[in-house]
């Protein structure tokens, strides 16, 4: 057991590149979503999934794309890379109905020079 | 959801029961109380969450005030590795209400 795992934990990329952070979970949670954190700053929803086929907006979605075609995993998408989208990006998973609490993984951080 | 306020930061001797507030006056009936905690550079943490009565877990205990517009997270003898920010997070738990982090409190604790 896993728990949520994110690939890569680092990288660099040139403005105009595109790139997909991985998010993987092994614990067959319905809900997954995905948060920026700026250096010093909160963690901001940027996109979330409350099952296979099922995405919505979270606060700051421009820029990112996802999609979830598997209960497991769950993708995001930088489609232009600007310096802006530079932050740390964490995944987060949950069982679906009832009160439970969120798992993360431990997070990508990502620099656009 | 609800509003939450947390005080910026707050210090704690090592050892020491940690007690970190939160309000949120506007709470609704369904809307349950959650805290998270985020140690440095890691992924958030799930501490505990409540409805109306006080919860303890083996990370923490959850003190909820009669009329739910408050609440209190205290960590039992805080040591070192607690130093963190602690988010206090209000939502009704249905469907596909997504988790939205406040600022929450600064915890330093002090040897």
Same mark, same amino acid.
């Given at each position: 057991?896993?728990?949520?795992?994110?690939?890569?934990? $680092? /990288? =660099?990329?040139?403005?105009?590149?595109?790139?997909?952070?991985?998010?993987? /979970?092994?614990?067959?949670?319905?809900?997954?979503?995905?948060?920026?954190?700026?250096?010093?700053?909160?963690?901001?929803?940027?996109?979330?999934?409350?099952?296979?086929?099922?995405?919505? /907006?979270?606060? =700051?979605?421009?820029?990112?794309?996802?999609?979830?075609?598997?209960?497991?995993?769950?993708?995001?998408?930088?489609?232009?890379?600007?310096?802006?989208?530079?932050? =740390? #990006? $964490?995944?987060?998973?949950?069982?679906?109905?009832?009160?439970?609490? #969120?798992? $993360?993984?431990?997070?990508?951080?990502?620099?656009? =020079? | 959801?609800?509003?939450?306020?947390?005080?910026?930061?707050?210090?704690?001797?090592?050892?020491?029961?940690?007690?970190?507030?939160?309000?949120?006056?506007?709470?609704?009936?369904?809307?349950?109380?959650?805290?998270?905690?985020?140690?440095?550079?890691?992924?958030?943490?799930?501490?505990?969450?409540? !409805?109306?009565?006080?919860?303890?877990?083996?990370?923490?205990?959850?003190?909820?005030?009669?009329?739910?517009?408050?609440?209190? !997270?205290?960590?039992?003898?805080?040591? !070192?590795?607690?130093?963190?920010?602690?988010?206090?997070?209000?939502?009704?738990?249905?469907?596909?209400?997504?988790?939205?982090?406040?600022?929450?409190?600064?915890?330093?604790?002090?040897?």
């Amino acid at each position: 057991n896993a728990g949520v795992t994110q690939t890569p934990k $680092f /990288q =660099v990329l040139k403005t105009g590149q595109s790139m997909t952070l991985q998010c993987a /979970q092994d614990m067959n949670h319905e809900y997954m979503s995905w948060y920026r954190q700026d250096p010093g700053m909160g963690l901001r929803l940027i996109h979330y999934s409350v099952g296979a086929g099922i995405t919505d /907006q979270g606060e =700051v979605p421009n820029g990112y794309n996802v999609s979830r075609s598997t209960t497991e995993d769950f993708p995001l998408r930088l489609l232009s890379a600007a310096p802006s989208q530079t932050s =740390v #990006y $964490f995944c987060a998973s949950r069982r679906g109905r009832g009160v439970y609490g #969120y798992t $993360f993984g431990s997070g990508t951080r990502l620099t656009v =020079v | 959801d609800a509003k939450t306020t947390q005080p910026p930061s707050m210090d704690c001797a090592e050892g020491r029961a940690a007690n970190l507030p939160c309000n949120h006056s506007t709470i609704s009936g369904n809307e349950y109380v959650y805290w998270y905690r985020q140690i440095h550079s890691q992924g958030p943490q799930y501490i505990i969450h409540g !409805l109306k009565n006080n919860e303890t877990n083996e990370m923490a205990s959850l003190i909820i005030t009669e009329d739910r517009k408050s609440s209190t !997270l205290i960590l039992p003898h805080a040591t !070192l590795r607690d130093t963190a920010v602690y988010y206090c997070i209000v939502r009704v738990d249905s469907g596909n209400t997504p988790l939205v982090f406040g600022k929450g409190t600064r915890l330093s604790v002090i040897a």
